[in-house]
């Protein structure tokens, strides 16, 4: 019996790859996937043999994968970001049990959208932080927007992934709007739209404002907590330093 890996690469450019991505990559026999992902790695990885299926066949090519490793091929499942983060390493997991297989399956991390987004606008990730999908297409509108207003009372920095789609216009000016219940409008908040990839945008924005900027299905949004500033063209939020160590914070004002 072979063995499948679910392998996180990352945003999408080879410096964002892993050594232990690489590895894998490079040692196994078959690479299968979205055909998005599949079309990325091809770049870097162009003698490898790929099965790439669209999106929504997630069931069949998780399926596919286990019987190939069940045929002796050693198989990599790919994902971009971290494979375990809205990845491909749960449904692997429910396939192998509902197969009743045997085959192994090691989980590969990777960067995941949050942290490259947040390298790229500073530091506004460096407190307690939540991430939300904004997406109803495995969970339901209003448990999403609880999740956002529970994000809100705990004053968490929130990183929304699937911000807004040609069908989701406003799901983002709703969360926003939620979010204001608990914090300033003027509140930080930063996006990247394609975070390590050739085409890789950002920009800063408030909250009061976000609602109508300019963000897609390829965006990553971070709203800061009610502490975080921007200093210099960066998102920083205050981890409590300035108050252990008295040196001064929050755009250089003392509290």
Same mark, same amino acid.
């Given at each position: 019996?072979?063995?499948?890996?679910?392998?996180?690469?990352?945003?999408?450019?080879?410096?964002?790859?892993?050594?232990?991505?690489?590895?894998?990559?490079?040692?196994? !026999?078959?690479?299968?996937?979205?055909?998005?992902?599949? =079309?990325?790695?091809?770049?870097?990885? %162009? =003698?490898?043999?790929y099965?790439? /299926? %669209? @999106? @929504?066949?997630?069931?069949?090519?998780?399926? @596919?994968?286990?019987?190939?490793?069940? +045929?002796?091929? *050693?198989?990599?499942?790919?994902? +971009?970001?971290?494979?375990?983060?809205?990845?491909?390493?749960?449904?692997?997991?429910?396939?192998?049990?509902?197969?009743? +297989?045997?085959?192994?399956i090691?989980?590969? /991390?990777?960067?995941?959208?949050?942290s490259?987004?947040?390298?790229?606008?500073?530091? %506004?990730?460096?407190?307690?932080?939540?991430?939300i /999908?904004?997406?109803?297409?495995?969970?339901?509108? =209003?448990?999403?927007?609880?999740?956002? !207003?529970?994000?809100?009372?705990?004053?968490?920095?929130?990183?929304?992934?699937n911000?807004? +789609?040609?069908?989701?216009?406003?799901?983002?000016?709703?969360?926003?709007?939620?979010? @204001?219940?608990?914090?300033?409008?003027? *509140? %930080?908040?930063g996006?990247?739209? $394609?975070?390590?990839?050739?085409?890789?945008?950002?920009?800063?924005?408030?909250?009061?404002?976000?609602?109508? /900027?300019?963000?897609?299905?390829?965006?990553?949004?971070?709203?800061?907590?009610? $502490? *975080?500033?921007?200093?210099?063209?960066?998102?920083? *939020?205050?981890r409590?330093?300035?108050?252990?160590?008295?040196?001064?914070? $929050?755009?250089?004002? =003392?509290?």
């Amino acid at each position: 019996m072979g063995k499948l890996y679910a392998v996180g690469f990352g945003p999408g450019g080879l410096e964002y790859m892993t050594q232990k991505c690489i590895d894998v990559i490079k040692s196994v !026999d078959v690479i299968t996937g979205y055909t998005t992902y599949v =079309d990325i790695m091809k770049q870097y990885f %162009p =003698d490898k043999e790929y099965i790439a /299926s %669209p @999106m @929504m066949k997630e069931i069949d090519r998780c399926r @596919m994968a286990i019987e190939l490793a069940e +045929s002796g091929k *050693t198989v990599a499942m790919i994902s +971009s970001g971290d494979s375990g983060i809205y990845g491909m390493a749960g449904i692997l997991l429910e396939m192998k049990h509902e197969m009743k +297989s045997d085959v192994e399956i090691e989980t590969v /991390s990777g960067i995941t959208a949050a942290s490259a987004a947040s390298a790229i606008l500073g530091a %506004p990730l460096m407190h307690d932080f939540t991430i939300i /999908s904004l997406s109803d297409l495995m969970t339901p509108l =209003d448990l999403i927007m609880k999740r956002v !207003d529970c994000a809100g009372q705990g004053d968490f920095i929130a990183c929304f992934y699937n911000p807004k +789609s040609k069908k989701r216009v406003d799901y983002l000016k709703r969360a926003a709007d939620i979010l @204001m219940k608990y914090r300033d409008g003027s *509140t %930080p908040v930063g996006v990247v739209r $394609n975070a390590g990839r050739e085409d890789e945008t950002s920009y800063l924005t408030t909250l009061d404002k976000i609602g109508e /900027s300019p963000v897609d299905m390829f965006s990553i949004v971070i709203i800061g907590n009610s $502490n *975080t500033y921007v200093e210099d063209g960066k998102m920083i *939020t205050p981890r409590g330093y300035s108050d252990k160590y008295g040196f001064a914070a $929050n755009g250089g004002k =003392d509290e």
